[in-house]
């Protein structure tokens, strides 16, 4: 048995790791985001005003999902999945913990687009997410070697065979849905009849595997493919298409005439993040309009911050013009909340298309 004296030194030791602990964990945020987020001047400012670390991971929305469900919420401080990303994962793995808004500036957002995206991810009366950047998929097209691509369909022409790509994920399954009639988001609250639609579409992007290059996998691989020649068109975010038109200006970013599909990625708290107020500060910082103008600039897309598109290049902002006319902005299709249980479906239906049966 221990004695009064070694259990007292016991408990005090346990009570200096517990408080070196939780300084360590103050000290430090960990985010994890996609690539281009958080650049490394904007955390250099951070850290230098509020003395707090931040440790980045790069991800994707089925990677953040991923990561999330196998520790149960824990292993990040903060997280970045799209708006439609969150309800539904919410809901079957509780990997997520409701925003305290108090604690947000929320004059710092564009008005319109918090509220939108708090109505999106809000479970039971509660807030589980606010809007960073958004932006769209669409048609990056060599307009010289393509200049009939107009919409997703356009990809299957045989006319641009082993000349065309889009990744095998399920931002194709919702942009062929569209561009061939069907509305997706309109039977999100039928499971019969989306899986019913989902077999549609994955006939037709089965019938139009053929005329592909590859099936794309990270930006980088599809704008060196573009830029090489290799390929002509493709459907990819409007980010990509940008950064290859300030290369060369016959290579541009196209609203679809079915609709480009709008996303928004959000600011997330995971439900065992151990540092919520560093978390808070995280946003609040990001969101005012000069810090906001510099990720814009980095991720190549749009910000929900309120001021920020004032601080903005001009090249972007040019881009953006040519690329969305009021009637393309007009007939964006924005992702909505995934119910739960679709992403199943779709992912039987990807996993036929990459089989090739």
Same mark, same amino acid.
Request: net charge negative; aromatic share 10%.
């Given at each position: 048995m221990l004695t009064k004296r070694a259990s007292l030194k016991l408990? !005090?030791? =346990?009570?200096?790791?517990m408080i070196a602990g939780s300084a360590q964990a103050a000290d430090k945020l960990r985010l994890l985001t996609w690539s281009g987020y958080a650049p490394a001047d904007v955390i250099e400012q951070f850290t230098k005003e509020t003395g707090i670390e931040v440790e980045v991971t790069t991800s994707n929305n089925e990677e953040m999902i991923s990561k999330l469900r196998a520790t149960q919420g824990a292993g990040f401080d903060i997280v970045q999945p799209s708006q439609d990303r969150i309800a539904g994962p919410q809901a079957e793995f509780g990997i997520y913990k409701p925003l305290d808004l108090s604690k947000l500036k929320s004059d710092l957002f564009i008005a319109s687009m918090l509220e939108a995206t708090k109505k999106n !991810? !809000?479970?039971?009366?509660?807030?589980?997410?606010? &809007?960073?950047?958004?932006? !769209?998929? /669409?048609?990056?097209v060599n307009v010289k070697t393509a200049p009939k691509v107009a919409d997703y369909n356009d990809l299957c022409d045989p006319s641009l065979a082993g000349k065309t790509s889009f990744r095998a994920k399920r931002p194709a399954l919702i942009a062929f849905a569209f561009a061939n009639g069907m509305d997706p988001f309109a039977a999100y609250g039928d499971v019969k009849a989306y899986s019913a639609l989902m077999d549609k579409v994955g006939a037709t992007l089965a019938e139009c595997k053929k005329n592909l290059k590859f099936f794309w996998e990270g930006s980088d691989q599809l704008l060196n493919a573009v830029r090489s020649g290799e390929i002509a068109a493709a459907m990819a975010w409007d980010t990509g298409g940008w950064k290859l038109n300030a290369e060369n200006a016959d290579m541009k970013f196209i609203a679809p005439k079915s609709g480009a599909l709008g996303w928004v990625d959000t600011f997330a708290i995971p439900s065992k993040g151990r540092n919520d107020d560093a978390a808070y500060k995280w946003i609040n910082f990001n969101m005012r309009p000069e810090i906001a103008a510099k990720v814009a600039a980095a991720a190549g897309n749009f910000t929900a911050s309120n001021g920020a598109d004032k601080?903005?290049? /001009? @090249?972007? @902002?040019?881009? =953006? +013009?040519?690329? =969305? &006319? @009021? +009637?393309?902005?007009?007939?964006i299709k924005w992702y909505p909340a995934v119910p739960a249980g679709l992403e199943e479906i779709e992912g039987k239906i990807l996993d036929r298309l990459k089989a090739g049966s």
């Open positions: 408990a !005090t030791a =346990f009570a200096a790791l !991810t !809000t479970i039971d009366g509660k807030v589980y997410g606010v &809007p960073h950047i958004w932006g !769209t998929d /669409g048609l990056v601080l903005m290049q /001009g @090249k972007l @902002k040019d881009q =953006f +013009a040519e690329s =969305f &006319p @009021k +009637a393309a902005i007009d007939n």
